[in-house]
């Protein structure tokens, strides 16, 4: 069964860069659109970044434009967030899953979440 797995977190100082990655032991995630998620304690999950599945189109939460990039290492057969410009508020633990519906940002329409990896910003 498609599961996936993150991987990459850790602790930065704000400012700083974290690079995580989404795979799929035994499968190739070519040809799935990809959304990622982040949860913060004590709020709700809330959609970050998504890529589409011929790589074609990315959406982005507002509050992480220009900061954040989802690209797919075909090569790898991973899903990257690339991480730049980390503020305190992008604490939290980030998923990503496969979306099966149209609404990037929307936890329901996604399936085969990862369990997650923690990012933690801090001075």
């Known amino acids: 069964q498609l599961q996936l797995v993150e991987s990459g977190g850790g602790l930065v100082e704000p400012g700083g860069s974290l690079r995580l990655s989404c795979a799929a032991p035994?499968?190739?995630?070519?040809?799935?659109?990809i959304s990622w998620f982040r949860q913060a304690p004590g709020k709700e999950r809330e959609g970050v970044a998504c890529i589409s599945s011929d790589d074609r189109s990315t959406d982005y939460l507002d509050s992480v434009k220009d900061r954040f990039t989802v690209s797919r290492d075909n090569a790898k057969k991973t899903v990257i967030l690339q991480m730049n410009s980390l503020k305190l508020e992008d604490t939290g633990v980030y998923y990503c899953a496969v979306l099966t519906g149209s609404t990037w940002y929307s936890a329901d329409e996604c399936h085969y979440w990862g369990q997650g990896t923690q990012v933690t910003v801090s001075s």
């Open positions: 035994g499968f190739t995630l070519k040809s799935y659109a």
